[in-house]
Every structure is written in structure tokens, then in C-alpha cells.
């Protein structure tokens, strides 16, 4: 069946550090893909899609590109900030399918 | 920009009552969703609602449960007899279509069951 599998947290980064967050699935056809972010006290909001193989979604600074050979749509930012402190879901075709959430936390 | 809102934002309940979670989705959205996340857990799937039915469900979904659109605005989730195990936080969420749509996510009803 469908499932998305994420990168275990809690994930602790200095400012303008690298960031990737990994993301695999498995699915049959050719689901779109989706990362959402949850801020402290808040719903999930989108972060960014992509629909078909090799597209990259990108988004304040975040990309993620869908590639079907790996089944992957990791989530990379070149330098976090301290604001980027939040929990990340990816998530698979029609929004059944949500990862475990990664916790990332960015210190100054 | 317009949002999802919740009500209550934390609700605690006795084991074997019931309880309404209520929702008041983006105005222009159709299709509506309900999501759990357990403590330290995935966020799940539990419903989705269209056209003032029922169009997926998951196997949490069972006969405890279920859900109302009253009166066009509203979205509501039930559940009948709570347990301990239905603790947890209860996402609403909306999209003005399906499978590629973005959902827009309410802040969340954390629900405790005692």
C-alpha cells in the first residue's frame, strides 16, 4: 500500500547550516508529492509540491525535487534561520499519507 | 488571507462521553478533511467530505465517529463514546480541490480524554 517514510527527529542545526530532511515513499502510479511545516502553536500549512517526476518544488528558500528512481523528495535548504524552527511533514498523493514529521530546531 | 478555524482549542473529557470538535472551513473550499496526530506520532487520515457526504475514510473511521456539515458553514466530527486512545490533537483541514489542492489546516482541537 501507500506510505511515506521520514527521516527521524529531532534534528538540531546551528544558524546557516545546511539542511536536508529525508523523504521516501512507496505508492503505486505517480502520486504527487507534498512537504508541509507546522510552526509551534499552529496547523500544517504547505510548503511546497511538486506533481510529476524531476520537478522541484521550492519555497521561501526550501527545495525539494521528486525523483521516481529513488522514490524520494528530500527536503534541502542552503542556510536555515532560527524562524525555519518548526516540524516537517512530508506527504504523499491526495493528503492521505503523511510522514512522521521531522522536528528541526535552529539556535543562533 | 482567509483560514480554518478551530473550536475549542483543547477539549477534556471524561471516558465514555462524547464529544463535537468543530470546524469552520475556508468559504470557497469543497472538499474537508479531519486528521488525528497522537503525541509523538504520524498525522493520519482519518475522513474526507464532499458534496455534504462521506467520499474516503481510513480504519481509524469507525462507527464512534462520524461527521456533519449542519449548516454550510460548519464541519463538525463526533465521537460517540470516547476513549482513552482517541486522546490526541484533531486537525481540520480544507481544499477547494482534490488530490493536487493544497490543504489549508486549522490550528488544531487537542482532545484528552481522562
Known amino acids: 500500500g501507500n506510505s511515506v517514510t521520514q527521516m527521524e527527529g529531532p534534528v538540531t542545526l546551528s544558524e546557516e547550516a545546511f539542511l536536508t530532511i529525508n523523504c521516501t515513499y512507496t505508492a503505486t502510479g505517480y502520486p504527487s508529492l507534498f512537504w508541509y511545516v507546522q510552526y509551534p502553536g499552529e496547523g500544517l500549512q504547505l510548503l511546497l509540491k511538486?506533481?510529476?517526476?524531476?520537478d522541484k518544488g521550492s519555497n521561501k528558500g526550501f527545495e525539494a525535487t521528486y525523483r521516481k528512481e529513488t522514490t524520494s523528495f528530500h527536503l534541502e535548504k542552503g542556510s536555515v534561520q532560527v524562524s525555519d524552527s518548526a516540524v516537517y511533514f512530508c506527504?504523499?498523493?491526495?493528503?492521505?499519507?503523511f510522514g512522521t514529521g521531522t522536528s528541526l530546531t535552529v539556535i543562533p | 488571507e482567509p483560514e480554518v478555524t478551530q473550536t475549542p482549542s483543547h477539549q477534556v473529557t471524561q471516558m465514555g462521553q462524547e464529544v463535537i470538535l468543530r470546524c469552520v472551513p475556508i468559504?470557497?473550499?469543497?472538499?474537508f478533511y479531519w486528521y488525528r496526530q497522537i503525541l509523538g506520532q504520524k498525522v493520519e487520515f482519518l475522513v474526507s467530505f464532499y458534496n455534504n457526504e462521506i467520499s474516503e475514510k481510513s480504519e481509524i473511521f469507525d462507527d464512534q465517529f462520524s461527521v456533519e456539515r449542519p449548516d454550510g458553514s460548519n464541519f463538525t466530527l463526533k465521537i460517540r463514546s470516547t476513549k482513552l486512545e482517541d486522546s490526541a490533537m484533531y486537525f481540520c483541514a480544507s481544499s477547494v480541490g482534490q488530490k493536487d489542492s493544497p490543504l489549508h489546516f486549522g490550528n488544531g482541537t487537542r482532545l484528552t480524554v481522562t
Open positions: 511538486a506533481t510529476k517526476a524531476d
Open positions: 468559504s470557497n473550499h469543497l472538499y
Open positions: 506527504a504523499l498523493d491526495n493528503q492521505f499519507y
